[in-house]
């Protein structure tokens, strides 16, 4: 089991910048990537970035391409989401994930339904 937490969000005004931290922590040797998602009322979750633990790959969604980056540091079992340029339609819930080492796994994880373990949250309100 993995467990994440979350920090970093904020409020920000449009074409700033905010970096989000996820802390991970519990059975990491077992963590294939983790991503990051977001999610505004009434609709579903979006997958925004995710990387792989063991190595340098990424993968973003187009519309965060550019303008995120994801990165990891093993040493502190970190995940981070740097987000720059903001857009008001970047306001959401942000939230970490851990995709485990399973049968089946795929490079890029991009379905919510592939990672097995989430954090609370984090709000990010980008103001126009």
């Known amino acids: 089991q993995v467990q994440l937490v979350e920090s970093g969000g904020g409020l920000v005004q449009a074409g700033g910048s905010l970096r989000l931290s996820c802390a991970v922590s519990?059975?990491?040797?077992?963590?294939?990537?983790m991503g990051w998602f977001r999610q505004v009322p009434g609709k579903e979750r979006d997958f925004v970035a995710t990387?792989?633990?063991?190595?340098?790959?990424?993968y973003y969604a187009d519309s965060v391409k550019g303008r995120f980056t994801i990165s990891r540091d093993n040493a502190k079992n970190t995940v981070y989401l740097q987000m720059s340029s903001l857009k008001p339609e970047d306001t959401a819930v942000y939230y970490c994930?851990?995709?485990?080492?399973?049968?089946?796994?795929?490079?890029?994880?991009?379905?919510?339904?592939?990672?097995?373990?989430w954090g609370q949250g984090t709000q990010v309100t980008v103001s126009s």
């Open positions: 994930a851990a995709d485990l080492f399973r049968p089946g796994v795929r490079w890029p994880p991009h379905s919510e339904n592939e990672y097995e373990s």
């Open positions: 519990g059975h990491t040797l077992s963590t294939y990537a």
């Open positions: 990387i792989y633990w063991g190595g340098d790959s990424t």
